[in-house]
């Protein structure tokens, strides 16, 4: 692409103190120094591998590949929190792709939306009702299931999520303005791809 998304950001600022970040190991390492591989899986020049040596189990790409995606997850995380504090100041973090889930496809089951972020029935209900008490979601029982609730967002809820992610995408618009459109619809094909293939 036309672009360095990183430019003027300071990536050794953002790095977390502690070891919590899943996808950090060698992408954590690597942040420093180009796509230099770390000390012992180097590889002599012209990628030849001597005799009675294993091949390095990550060449190149699939290490600078690690290396943008726990930059890019990191700063999505802290994203995340900021946008879900647009909506309210006391909305959890997790609780904000709840509401986008709902802006974007309406009213569902309590169980569809636990299975979609990943979670259980005592986190999902705790999380809805959380969620009810700030007035940005109403629960009904679903007519088909009495065993089921239905969840929705308020009219509020809507207002709040909607203008939010409207001025998240305009702050997109933005900052990568100087992007051919085509790269902007390539990157998201991408990115879908890369999230159906990590969500299997």
């Known amino acids: 692409m036309g672009a360095d998304v990183h430019k003027g950001e300071d990536r050794n600022g953002d790095r977390p103190s502690g070891g919590g970040d899943r996808l950090s190991g060698d992408a954590e390492r690597l942040s420093g120094g180009g796509d230099t591989v770390p000390a012992g899986d180097a590889v002599p020049a012209g990628d030849a591998v001597p005799a009675g040596v294993d091949e390095p189990v990550a060449d190149h ?44 496809y309406g009213r569902q089951r309590a169980t569809e939306l636990a299975a979609y972020i990943g979670v259980g029935k005592a986190t999902m209900s705790r999380q809805l009702r959380a969620l009810e008490d700030l007035g940005l ?54 990115l879908q791809q890369l999230n159906g293939v990590i969500g299997k």
């Open 137 to 190: 979601i109403a629960r009904e029982p679903d007519p088909a299931d009495g065993r089921a609730w239905l969840v929705d967002l308020t009219d509020e809820g809507r207002r709040r999520v909607t203008h939010v992610r409207e001025a998240r995408r305009a702050r997109y618009v933005t900052q990568l303005s100087h992007w051919d459109r085509r790269e902007v619809a390539e990157l998201a094909r991408l």
């Open 61 to 104: 790409e699939y290490l600078s590949l690690e290396r943008e995606l726990t930059f890019l997850l990191r700063r999505a995380r802290a994203n995340q929190g900021e946008m879900a504090r647009e909506v309210h100041p006391d909305l959890e973090s997790a609780a904000y792709g709840l509401l986008v889930r709902l802006e974007e």
